[in-house]
């Protein structure tokens, strides 16, 4: 059912962008990753790598995103996904997350920090059988316990009426809890530290039955999931991985090919305007796994005079005067055609077992060129 709710917002958002006219066209820059994820964060991957924030948002809205999280959303450029496992005892007693400070970056703010948790629904007959006098779920429900680094942080009541559903599980924001420890661990942070947060059942419920009885599914694709949305400074995760797989990259080319570059510069058509080129790479060249690469673009042509006044300023239409006029001693250089219109990458990496991450790459795609 979920699956086939991913295909739809994929069909939905698809339509929704053809239909509409906006100055900028953008063909996608790569498909969702072609390996088994968690459902929600492929849904996640598909919104933020849409060609502009409106059209984002009311991809956000389709997936149940609430307003005020789809701001946080939006400005975040790093998202980390943590895949919940069943705790220390397997069996199915609580779900436990550990979030690796090597993983969630010191350098980052985190905006937002949601929990993801789909439970199937139960019949009466069911809820019946798991109802005890000291836990009578017919009548009031179960609770949830979230436990942050052995505290216990809130409390989720899932009524009646809840367990009858197919529903995602709605949790209380838990950002201001992961940043309080962060800031207070922050001077005293090493790669061996991480959050532990856990959601367990009520005593009073835990010894009658587990989180998988109450419909809670682990299902591959569907795994409980810690979605992390982080901002990066520019000299932080995104910018400091991307230059740092970019210099692994060039490394290992130029030891596997000791002797002088074979490599040629793509042919320019000199003899037409400024002009956008469409020019791909690998996804290899950044360090991401995924098959396939993405537009880069990068423009050329000239600047001669005269240049067409709808893709100029007047700046650069002067310049381009006086360089081929020869009216004045001391000539400025001609205008260069550059581009003026970029967007985002959005790269989609399974870092471990359970982890997963998403980074953004602002103004990395040329859409539109001209002279400067």
Known sequence: MLFVAHILLLTTMAFFMTAQTAPLSREPLADAPKRKAPEFLLSIYSCINLHDDDTARTCLNFIGKKQEKIEEIIKANAVWGFVGMNGSSHNDSDVSFKITHTSSSRDAKVLSADLELFKKSLNESEIE??????CNISKDGVNLKLILNKEMIDTVTLTPSDLREDKWI?????????????????????????????????PECSTHFSLKDIGVTT?????????????SPRDG?????????????IKSKRSAQPTESTSKIHP?????PCHLVNYS???????????????????????????????????????????????VPLKPPQPCCTPTS????????KETSTTYILVKYEQMTAVACSCR
């Open 219 to 231: 299902a591959e694709g569907y795994e409980p999931l810690l979605v992390i949305y982080a901002q």
């Open 281 to 327: 790479i690998p996804y290899q060249v950044i360090g991401s796994p995924v098959a396939g690469g993405f537009n880069l673009n990068f423009c050329g042509g000239h600047c001669l005079f005269p240049l067409p006044a709808n893709n100029t300023v007047n700046h650069a239409m002067l310049v381009a005067y006086i360089y081929a006029s020869n009216q």
């Open 342 to 349: 970029y967007l985002s990458l959005v790269t989609f990496k």
């Open 268 to 272: 320019v058509n000199k003899t037409i």
């Open 129 to 134: 059988d798991l109802s005890t006098e000291k």
């Open 237 to 249: 995760l995104a910018d400091q991985l991307f230059h740092e797989k970019l210099s692994n990259y």
């Open 170 to 202: 709605d949790f209380p924001p838990i950002e201001k809890w992961y940043n309080k420890w962060l800031k207070k661990q922050n001077s005293s942070l090493t790669n061996d530290d991480y959050v532990h947060l856990q959601l367990v059942l009520s």
